[in-house]
């Protein structure tokens, strides 16, 4: 097989950068096609990551531009920390990774061989050791916490719930199999009348691919989309 270099331009700015109005269907697919996001909230130049469980809509009722739903307790940090800073910034991916085996340990320790994985780490690998898609995605916008009781956050609630249909898929991440949550743990997470809707409200979007190649969007109103010259690449949009 031919060597392919990868790329190595610089990303520290906007590259490629176009203004959009819906999100790329790379990006979109990579939003359907994934199970988690990573949500990064930051609060005192302290950052916070979470795994998060997701809903995309291109648009609704209640937004004509596109959003991403997640659920959180209440006295959560990414809770406390959205409502001091609302800036957020998700991490998506729809395809499955593994450390590839070494010869030894490292000195300290380090990453488990093959012989040390854990069972899940091994189905994994068996599974699928190559990529489903090509990017990742990183959404920068900002959250909100939807007004509890009112009939935005039953409307989006019932959307995460049809789309997180935990009962259906087994116990893959509860750490005691001999109790599992009948409900598949949507009662806690997602269902429960105490847990608070965040809304995330897309400003723009980098993908990478595999070969280290960037490309940025913006998200702007379809009006303003139509007659920016920011999207402009090579004459054509």
Known sequence: MDHISLNHEASAGDTH??????????VVQCLENARFLHLATCVD????????????L?????????VIIMTTNPASKKTNNLLV?????????????????THSRRPSGGSPGPEHRSSLASLLINLNTSA???ISATINGTAE?????????????????????????????NPNPQQQPED??????VAGEEVRVILVHIKDVRT?????????????????AATSTVSQVNGTR
């Open 45 to 56: 130049n302290q950052p916070h990551v979470s795994l998060m469980n997701y809903t995309y």
């Open 85 to 101: 800073n609302p800036n957020v910034s998700l991490l998506v991916h729809d395809w499955v990774s593994h450390r590839p085996p």
């Open 145 to 173: 916490l939807v007004a509890q009781g009112s009939e935005e956050e039953k409307f989006y609630r019932d959307q995460h719930l049809e789309n997180n249909t935990f009962d259906s898929e087994g116990p893959v991440f």
């Open 208 to 224: 990478s691919d595999w070969k280290g190649g960037v490309r940025d969007w913006v998200i702007e109103p379809a009006s303003a």
């Open 184 to 189: 598949g743990g949507r009662e806690c997470f």
């Open 58 to 66: 291109p648009s609704s009722t209640y937004s004509a531009a596109p």
């Open 132 to 134: 489903v898609s090509s």
């Open 17 to 26: 950068k176009q203004a959009v109005s819906t999100l790329p269907p790379e």
